[in-house]
């Protein structure tokens, strides 16, 4: 039972507003857990907290035990925790074999690794993932050019080459055709469980989250309302009350 | 395989004899070698990073003064060469020349990388229009300084050493600094080849696709930014040091950080030519210094304008330049693959 | 180097005083850029050729025998039309493009536009005589030339017209609901395009104006444009996009910079002092907001 994330009083002020105010959260290892609330309720915000995309106003991010909200994007990244974006962010000119490959970790990262070549191997490993996306026959098509839902497949993959130890999924399955969003639920159980993958997402589709997630926490107003199962969820009153709008 | 290596054989042969094939052209041939080094520098800013520099010129004039400077310091006091007609009192032996040469040539390029590794962290920074305006200040700003540095002759400029006496006539001057920017040139190049099949050349292409998502999948990009920084410095500066030689005579807003002409060059060509490729910055170089070759005396009186005018016409209605138009029609060529049935859906979407 | 200026306090006055005056002048270059910017998102890197050109205008009513001051009239009409046409030929297929491309297209229209300016008037440093004498203050102890004091009053009168137009005129509501949101303002029926061309065209009138007194007060030659156009984006990346009091003060303190400047460091490296003073503003702001994570946009 150890936790992997933990969110403790965490503050985030925009100005005047209030976009996080005390959230708390613990994500356990090895698990999957859902973020929802309506819109602007600081869902995203938080991420951008976690992830380290801006300081914190007060409070604490531990991430496996280390402290992460004093560090910049990249120390966070490389400590293993990996977020994917509500607008897809991929490398648009390079082929998706390309974006697969500049995604991977490298085995050194100093100032005389600049120069060493991608070792070839990486290149199974890139293919083999895609595969897994379901993008093995874009592989060698610019990024670019995919379609959005194909974009955020790539940016999956793009994820997973970098093996990290949790991933932040913001709305994995938002502008996906309905009909392959199954496909999407079954790969990122998979995710979880084969490659034992920490998984913390944000939907706003309640089908999706409630199969996927182990337990949800509800934000609204940038407060933390509620969390539990889905189905404690699912009948939660202030839930309820936040997504239709009662103030 | 087989086709490459006689290709690049055929250029290193061609490009070996062509100052007995063109006697005539040998110093033409030299500055567009030179032209060809400041494009393909340019370019791993420009093309392969994204990063718009109006400053590069910086290291181009450094180099000039660094390398003209150590070529005279080394043997006579700078401050009287410099003062009015200083360079007849002094006169620098074979030895010392080719001796006053090397040390030179080699501080033009590795001080120049020394200042962009120093300046790098703070400029670097800076992103899209914010990089461009800066480097443009810096450029210039170098430029008016060294206007005003009287060790280097401030506003009037200074000579560069003159070839010694007794050894061969301005001919054989020609074909030495001809075949130096050739090796120049070429070793410029073949870096590049080399980096860019590295982590170097894909993390410099993340960065120009999507910086925050490269810093978001863990990269230090600051860190490859700076080097490739260090070493469009190394080279552009050595270019300098060879210019200032091959012209002979530095002035500091016009030859050194001449960002009105080789400063505008060095973006054009690399546009011109196709930026983000390895070969465009070198078609490119080639096709503008035949275009200003030749056309030159057309425009007679106003070239400059016809280069403001080419630039506007390049950017806008071909940005992607001569490789860029060769890559749509012939994807296969570069491995690229077009998915047709996908192409056409997005466009219907759009 | 040399700080005498700061022993004589007169010294001091002086240049505060030519500062200020020579500040203001700045600050209307700087609001046409922060229009522009604001509006269609583009930094045109040609606004001290406009400026320049503008100046031209003046200079040639100078040499035509009528007195430079209408310039302040007549160069804004002209160099509008100048703005609208470059937007009608030029700007309307970069607007909506990527940032290397809008950079690169107002950076070649900068040297097409000074090589242009030194094709057809030459390379010679050249004034618009006004002759509006000086005035002596402090028993003649600082000396400040009309034509700065003409400067400033006419700036800040153009300033205001600007401010009240964009308040009153339907077309003034049509560009600031365009700069708010483009899209929307779109969708309700504004021509965003008359919108652009016409932010532009008052620009470069702005720039005329500029232009006009800039050649009665200082020197014209084709390739002095850049330093104007580093000023203006100094003052507005330091005052904000919206805030014409914080446009005006900070041009000032660039003034004021420049003409102690030239006291210390010498007028030789006024324009070197002009760039630097960017460079260290960029960086400071660079890594000032390097503490936040974040970056200029």
């Known amino acids: 039972m150890t936790s992997i994330l933990a969110v403790d009083q965490v503050y985030k002020y925009f100005g005047g507003v209030k976009a996080n105010e005390n959230i708390s959260l613990n994500v356990e290892q090895g698990s999957i857990v859902g973020l929802i609330g309506p819109n602007g309720s600081g869902k995203t915000t938080l991420f951008n907290s976690i992830a380290g995309t801006h300081p914190i106003d007060k409070g604490s991010i531990q991430f496996s035990g280390k402290e992460v909200s004093t560090l910049p994007v990249p120390a966070v990244a490389k400590l293993g925790l990996l977020r994917t974006f509500q607008q897809t962010r991929i490398y648009g000119k390079l082929n998706c074999i390309d974006n697969m490959l500049i995604s991977a970790k490298p085995p050194k990262d100093d100032l005389f690794s600049v120069f060493t070549k991608i070792p070839l191997e990486l290149n199974e490993k890139a293919e083999t993932l895609l595969g897994f996306v379901g993008l093995y026959q874009k592989r060698k098509i610019r990024a670019g050019d995919l379609s959005f839902g194909q974009q955020k497949l790539l940016e999956l993959s793009m994820a997973l080459m970098n093996e990290p130890k949790m991933l932040l999924l913001d709305e994995p399955t938002a502008g996906i055709n309905p009909t392959l969003i199954n496909g999407i639920i079954d790969r990122l159980i998979k995710v979880n469980k084969d490659f034992g993958i920490t998984l913390l997402v944000i939907e706003h589709n309640m089908r999706v989250i409630m199969q996927l997630a182990q337990q949800i926490f509800c934000l609204a107003h940038g407060q933390l309302i509620a969390n539990g199962t889905p189905d404690e969820i699912k009948n939660d009153q202030r839930v309820i009350d936040a997504y239709l709008g009662a103030q | 395989m087989n086709n490459k290596i006689i290709f690049y054989g055929l250029i290193v042969a061609f490009g070996l004899v062509a100052p007995f094939l063109f006697p005539a052209f040998k110093l033409q041939i030299s500055i567009m070698l030179i032209l060809i080094i400041l494009s393909l520098t340019w370019d791993v800013q420009g093309g392969q990073m994204g990063y718009n520099t109006f400053g590069n010129i910086l290291f181009f004039g450094l180099g000039m003064y660094i390398c003209s400077s150590f070529q005279i310091g080394l043997f006579f006091p700078l401050a009287e060469w410099t003062a009015s007609g200083g360079e007849k009192t002094f006169v620098h032996t074979p030895t010392q020349f080719f001796q006053g040469f090397v040390v030179g040539l080699v501080l033009s390029g590795i001080i120049p990388a020394l200042v962009a590794a120093l300046i790098g962290y703070g400029i670097l920074g800076l992103r899209g229009h914010y990089f461009a305006i800066c480097t443009l200040g810096l450029g210039i700003a170098a430029g008016e300084l060294a206007g005003g540095i009287e060790l280097v002759g401030a506003g009037q400029g200074m000579t560069s050493p003159p070839w010694p006496k007794g050894i061969g006539d301005t001919e054989l001057r020609s074909e030495f600094f001809y075949y130096i920017c050739f090796t120049l040139m070429v070793c410029t190049f073949l870096f590049l080849r080399w980096a860019y099949t590295t982590r170097f050349g894909l993390v410099l292409n993340a960065i120009r696709d999507n910086e925050d998502k490269a810093e978001a999948m863990g990269i230090n990009t600051m860190r490859y930014k700076i080097t490739g920084w260090v070493v469009s410095a190394f080279f552009v500066g050595m270019a300098g040091g060879l210019m200032g030689n091959m012209i002979g005579y530095i002035e500091p807003v016009e030859t050194a950080f001449a960002g009105r002409t080789f400063g505008v060059f060095m973006v054009l060509m690399a546009i011109l030519g196709g930026k983000g490729t390895l070969w465009g910055p070198v078609i490119g170089a080639i096709a503008f210094h035949i275009f200003k070759e030749g056309f030159w005396t057309f425009f007679l009186g106003w070239q400059y304008v016809a280069l403001g005018a080419l630039i506007v016409i390049v950017v806008i209605f071909f940005p992607e330049g001569i490789m860029g138009w060769f890559r749509e029609k012939y994807p296969e060529r570069f491995g690229e693959e077009i998915d047709e049935e996908d192409r056409k859906a997005e466009v219907e979407l759009k | ?297």
Request: charged content about 10%; some cysteine.
């Open chain 3, 1 to 297: 180097m040399d700080f005498l200026i700061f022993q004589i306090p007169i010294l001091m006055v002086q240049a505060s005083m030519d500062g200020i005056l020579l500040g203001i002048l700045f600050a209307l270059i700087a609001y046409g850029m922060a229009l522009q910017w604001g509006v269609m998102n583009i930094i045109n890197i040609a606004q001290g050729e406009l400026v320049i050109l503008g100046g031209y205008i003046a200079y040639f009513m100078y040499m035509a025998g009528i007195h430079p001051a209408f310039g302040v009239i007549v160069s804004p009409i002209v160099m509008y039309f100048v703005g609208w046409g470059l937007y009608k030929t030029i700007i309307f297929r970069v607007v909506d493009r990527d940032l290397f491309i809008s950079i690169l297209a107002t950076f070649g229209i900068s040297i097409l536009t000074q090589q242009l300016m030194n094709f057809v008037f030459g390379s010679d440093v050249v004034v618009a005589q006004s002759n509006f004498g000086t005035t002596m203050l402090f028993n003649s102890m600082v000396t400040l030339p009309n034509s700065k004091i003409f400067a400033a009053v006419v700036s800040v009168i153009f300033a205001i017209l600007l401010v009240l137009y964009m308040r009153r005129s339907k077309l003034g509501r049509a560009i600031r609901a365009t700069a708010q949101n483009a899209r929307a303002a779109k969708i309700l029926g504004v021509d965003t395009e008359s919108v652009y061309a016409a932010t532009f065209g008052i620009n470069a009138a702005l720039c005329g104006v500029a232009g006009a007194l800039v050649a009665i007060t200082f020197t014209l030659h084709p390739y002095v444009g850049l330093p104007y156009t580093v000023r203006s984006f100094m003052i507005v990346i330091i005052a904000g996009l919206g805030n014409l009091p914080a446009v005006a003060l900070s041009g000032m303190g660039l003034g004021v910079f420049e003409e102690f400047s030239d006291y210390i460091f010498g007028t030789e490296f006024r324009i070197a002092a002009v760039f630097l003073l960017l460079v260290l503003i960029l960086v400071y702001r660079r890594f000032k907001l390097a503490r936040k994570r974040e970056y200029l946009k």
